[in-house]
């Protein structure tokens, strides 16, 4: 079998993978997925990402670009006529467009995964510092959307690529905990756009269901509490 001229290496759980998957689907690239097992890295892999030895990677023909941020830019870039662009035309408005899915990586998605062992007082810390920062991204939507559908405003754009990848994740860890992130008192834009950017026919056959996501959540929990003395 021919191997395609595009191809990504991932896992179907990888919210990074996820995004670069979503991106080509805009962009209607035709690509093969390749889905990887991260305990027992393959050769491909291995050879794509030496430096960092992790998913997502996109090979294009004898290129291989690591880091899903950085993989959809190439995207948006190497295929310039396929589709709206990812990012606005505006100068100013693409740096506040590259901020944003900076600070949902650096800020809230360290405290999603503290949130998987974190316990009593601090569990609940946690949850309030998450709520606080998506009320942050809350005011981000309604001032970058302009009123209309998406971060990016009639169309996807690397915000809601950023930021929509994790709500798989997102589901699952608020049905596991019993609270909730995206609220329609606390964040009535996100709650629309969350269910906007889902039925998507770029993302809804990308994304796992929340149940997934629940099922590896009771397996990595083990692992992520603290041994007893």
């Known amino acids: 079998m021919v191997s395609s001229v595009v191809q990504v290496l ?13 991106a080509l689907n805009l962009k209607s690239v035709d690509f093969e ?31 291989c670009i690591s880091e899903s941020l950085v993989i959809v830019q190439y995207i948006d870039e190497t295929w310039s006529s396929n589709g709206h662009s990812f990012l606005p035309s505006d100068a100013y408005d693409r740096a506040i467009a ?3 899915p900076a ?31 998506m009320v942050v991204l809350e ?4 001032k970058c959307s302009k009123g ?12 809601d690529i950023a930021v929509g990848s994790c709500l798989g994740w997102i589901k699952a860890m608020e049905k596991m905990n019993s609270f909730k992130l995206i609220h329609k008192d606390k964040t009535p834009g996100l ?15 990308v994304i796992p269901e929340p149940q997934v996501f629940i099922e590896l959540l009771k397996k990595m929990q083990p692992m992520a509490k603290p041994a007893s003395n």
């Open 148 to 159: 209309k559908a998406y971060f990016g405003g009639d169309n996807i754009g690397i915000i």
């Open 10 to 22: 991932g896992t179907s759980y990888s919210p990074y993978a996820n995004r670069v998957q979503i």
């Open 33 to 63: 997925y390749i889905e990887q097992n991260l305990i027992s890295k393959t050769d491909l892999l291995l050879r794509s990402n030496p430096v960092n030895k992790k998913v997502p990677v996109l090979i294009h023909g004898d290129k």
């Open 139 to 142: 005011k981000a939507f309604v």
């Open 191 to 205: 709650t629309g756009w969350a269910d906007t950017f889902m039925s998507n026919d770029a993302v809804k056959n």
């Open 98 to 100: 590259r901020f944003w």
């Open 103 to 133: 600070y949902f990586d650096d800020k809230l998605v360290p405290l999603m995964r503290d949130l998987r062992s974190a316990q009593g007082e601090d569990k609940l810390a946690l949850i309030e510092r998450l709520e606080e920062g």
